[in-house]
């Protein structure tokens, strides 16, 4: 692997274990959606001077880029309203495995869309990284249909699946356009308008403290981790290493929470980064 996918890949495994942050913010404000909202807003209007100022030096981009990054924001709602939704309203396993198929979705079609060349380590390391989140999510939660249906947990976990591989192959295209910060600024402020519509924003000066800390830590660092990622790593390959961010959930819920991870959950923490290993081995 060249030294420019290694600082890729570094910043991609970086964004997934900021990501992995998520449960303390969720967990002490006011809600899953509606603390995706707040940090998403946070996210943009913090990041916007830094955006505005990487914008100056770019040069025409034509209307259709716009557009582009446009959808980015709205793919980005529709997967954190879906997955949040799928969490609150179904089964909690099926609903994170379901939404963890996206890395599979964009290795099938980044070579299609994008024109990006196939490892042949990455069938290998998908196989490894969805095996473990499977053995963290079904075997180590004891029962696959505990917290809610079964049917609507996979529906809707399905659902943010496919917006979340949309967003990750829009933001790999529009990365030839836009800086990281013009990215992350301005496709967050895009998703929290539009979540805003569904969620609204709470009154209470109380509610906006953790879910502000999630929007400087893990939607605007993470953010311009991620983006700064895959400008330099193929698709299929930032795909992979986004497993990780199971595996940092599931540390924070055991250092943050008590929150002993199972035998069956540490193999599939361990099969996820020998997936990730994979990928940061991979010459080339």
Same mark, same amino acid.
């Given at each position: 692997?060249?030294?420019?996918?290694? @600082?890729?890949?570094?910043?991609?495994?970086?964004?997934?274990?900021?990501?992995?942050?998520?449960?303390?913010?969720?967990?002490?404000?006011?809600?899953?959606?509606? =603390?995706?909202?707040?940090?998403?807003?946070?996210?943009?209007?913090?990041?916007? /001077?830094?955006?505005?100022?990487?914008?100056? $030096?770019?040069?025409?981009?034509?209307?259709?880029?716009?557009?582009?990054?446009?959808?980015?924001?709205?793919?980005? +709602?529709?997967?954190?309203?879906?997955? !949040?939704?799928?969490?609150?309203?179904?089964?909690?396993?099926?609903?994170? *495995?379901?939404?963890?198929?996206?890395?599979?979705?964009?290795?099938? !079609? +980044?070579?299609?869309?994008?024109?990006?060349?196939?490892?042949?380590?990455?069938?290998?390391?998908? +196989?490894?990284?969805?095996?473990?989140?499977?053995?963290?999510?079904? @075997?180590?939660?004891? $029962?696959?249909?505990?917290?809610?249906?079964?049917?609507?947990?996979?529906?809707?976990?399905?659902? $943010?699946?496919? !917006?979340?591989?949309?967003?990750?192959?829009?933001?790999?295209? *529009? %990365?030839?356009?836009?800086?990281?910060?013009?990215?992350?600024?301005?496709?967050?402020?895009?998703?929290?308008?539009?979540?805003?519509?569904?969620?609204?924003?709470?009154?209470?000066?109380?509610?906006?403290?953790?879910?502000?800390?999630?929007?400087?830590? $893990?939607?605007?660092?993470?953010?311009?981790?991620? !983006?700064?990622? @895959?400008?330099?790593? /193929?698709?299929?390959?930032?795909?992979?290493?986004?497993?990780?961010?199971?595996?940092?959930?599931?540390?924070?819920?055991?250092?943050?929470?008590?929150?002993?991870?199972? %035998?069956?959950? %540490?193999?599939?923490?361990?099969?996820?980064? %020998?997936?990730?290993?994979?990928?940061? =081995? +991979?010459?080339?």
């Amino acid at each position: 692997m060249t030294r420019e996918r290694r @600082i890729g890949a570094a910043c991609v495994a970086g964004a997934a274990a900021l990501w992995g942050l998520w449960p303390l913010w969720v967990r002490r404000g006011p809600g899953g959606a509606t =603390t995706a909202t707040i940090a998403l807003l946070v996210a943009g209007v913090v990041g916007a /001077p830094l955006a505005l100022r990487q914008g100056r $030096s770019a040069r025409a981009r034509g209307l259709v880029p716009w557009l582009l990054l446009g959808a980015l924001g709205l793919t980005g +709602a529709a997967n954190v309203w879906c997955y !949040f939704r799928a969490l609150a309203e179904g089964a909690v396993a099926p609903a994170v *495995l379901s939404h963890y198929l996206a890395p599979v979705l964009v290795a099938v !079609f +980044a070579p299609l869309l994008l024109g990006e060349p196939r490892s042949r380590r990455t069938p290998v390391a998908l +196989a490894l990284a969805l095996g473990g989140t499977a053995a963290m999510v079904l @075997i180590g939660s004891g $029962s696959p249909a505990a917290g809610g249906p079964l049917q609507k947990a996979l529906v809707l976990g399905s659902s $943010s699946a496919l !917006f979340y591989a949309a967003n990750v192959l829009l933001a790999k295209r *529009l %990365a030839r356009a836009f800086s990281d910060g013009e990215l992350l600024a301005y496709h967050a402020l895009v998703a929290a308008a539009a979540l805003a519509l569904v969620t609204g924003l709470p009154a209470r000066a109380t509610d906006w403290i953790w879910p502000t800390i999630g929007g400087l830590v $893990s939607t605007l660092g993470a953010g311009l981790l991620y !983006f700064a990622g @895959i400008r330099r790593l /193929p698709a299929e390959q930032a795909g992979v290493l986004t497993y990780l961010e199971p595996v940092a959930a599931l540390g924070v819920g055991w250092v943050a929470f008590g929150e002993a991870p199972t %035998a069956a959950a %540490a193999l599939g923490g361990a099969l996820i980064l %020998a997936g990730g290993l994979l990928v940061v =081995t +991979a010459p080339g």
